[in-house]
């Protein structure tokens, strides 16, 4: 998705005019392996602690199993060859990946996005209309799989225009349009409404409504511990929800504009620092999938047991009973009390074999008494 600007705009520029110097190709180095590393490592906890917990299985954490992979999945394929494509503007990984490339990021983004777009409408449904059904597993997994079927088909026409040209001096990666000069343009307008402008638009809507009721309307005073206490995970849920998506919104505003704006005014490729703010702009987008791993750890109690489990052996890292219980079956407390009850009724029923027992025993001797 970066170098499919940036090859078609490159291959008019035959000299590399944006050469850096060594400190700086370090510290950006540094800066994308930085993102890459805590993207992968912080989403795949994050997958494990879903597929390896039965009380994690829930519709909204189905969804944020889907925006982990995508975010890992991105962050694994693109972060580093974006980084190396535009610092050293050479393409060295063949056609085969330069198609790869410019696809798979916006499928992946799309992916991530509509996947907290379902959250925002689930968690709209689970409080405002609580009385209607919810999704299921399966139907969950079918969102899913709707999901990235229409992820494919939006980024598709990148596969399939993506190619590379050979200069004597360096070799591009760039989307060949059929009409170079508006078809780029206007695919990135296309993009941007429906993977940004779109999404963030019904998030915005649902989460507001849904704020309006769990943080305006007044608490019954005679509530229960029980009502106060879905209140409180209800709008612990709804509050982390609402930070991933302004985290993402944030990260992506300014490179939407990039684009936007270098596509209105062409002759700002040539600008001379127009290479670190895309740098800088980029970074930014890549950085979007490295946060919110951080942000489930930081206010979700059970991803911090599950992060707390992952880092144990680290002497800074304290591991609670408390922690463990936290990932443990929902029904934990129920079992306790049959357990109990379990215990209480083989007592009673061990008292009532000894009374019983007794009565015999005494009739035994009453009828010896009277036959002798």
Not at 62 to 77: G, H, I, V
Request: proline share 3%.
């Amino acid at each position: 998705m970066a170098s499919e600007r940036d090859g078609s705009n490159t291959t008019r520029v035959l000299a590399n005019q944006f050469v850096q110097p060594a400190w700086r190709v370090a510290l950006w180095s540094l800066a994308y392996i930085a993102v890459l590393a805590v993207a992968v490592f912080g989403n795949l906890i994050v997958i494990w602690i879903i597929l390896a917990h039965k009380r994690m299985r829930t519709v909204t954490n189905y969804f944020l199993l889907n925006l982990a992979f995508a975010d890992a999945s991105m962050a694994a394929f693109n972060t580093l060859i974006n980084f190396i494509y535009a610092a050293h503007g050479q393409w060295y990984f063949g056609e085969v990946y330069c198609k790869f490339h410019n696809f798979f990021p916006v499928a992946a983004v799309f992916a991530s996005i509509y996947s907290m777009t379902a959250i925002a409408i689930d968690r709209y449904m689970a409080i405002i209309h609580p009385l209607k059904p919810r999704l299921s597993a399966k139907a969950t997994v079918g969102v899913i799989f709707c999901i990235w079927s229409l992820a494919v088909v939006l980024a598709f026409p990148l596969c399939y225009f993506s190619t590379t040209r050979t200069l004597p001096s360096r070799t591009f990666c760039y989307v060949a349009w059929p009409r170079m000069a508006d078809d780029a343009f206007m695919y990135h307008i296309i993009v941007t409404v429906l993977v940004y402008v779109l999404p963030l638009a019904v998030m915005g809507i649902t989460y507001t409504v849904v704020g309006v009721s769990l943080w305006g309307s007044k608490v019954p005073g005679d509530s229960s511990e029980n009502y106060l206490g879905q209140l409180r995970a209800k709008r612990k849920v709804v509050k982390m929800m609402i930070i991933v998506v302004v985290t993402f919104a944030f990260c992506w505003l300014p490179y939407h504009v990039y684009f936007i704006v270098t596509g209105l005014n062409e002759h700002l490729i040539k600008w001379k620092y127009i290479q670190q703010v895309y740098l800088s702009v980029m970074w930014l987008a890549m950085s979007s999938t490295m946060y919110n791993p951080i942000i489930y750890c930081c206010l979700n109690s059970r991803f911090r047991a599950g992060f707390k489990q992952v880092f144990r052996c680290c002497p800074c890292v304290r591991a609670l009973s408390y922690d463990e219980l936290e990932l443990q079956s929902r029904r934990l407390r129920p079992c306790r009390q049959s357990s109990i009850s379990r215990v209480d009724t083989s007592i009673l029923s061990k008292s009532k074999s000894f009374c019983s027992r007794g009565n015999r025993s005494k009739m035994k001797s009453e009828q010896f008494n009277k036959n002798s």
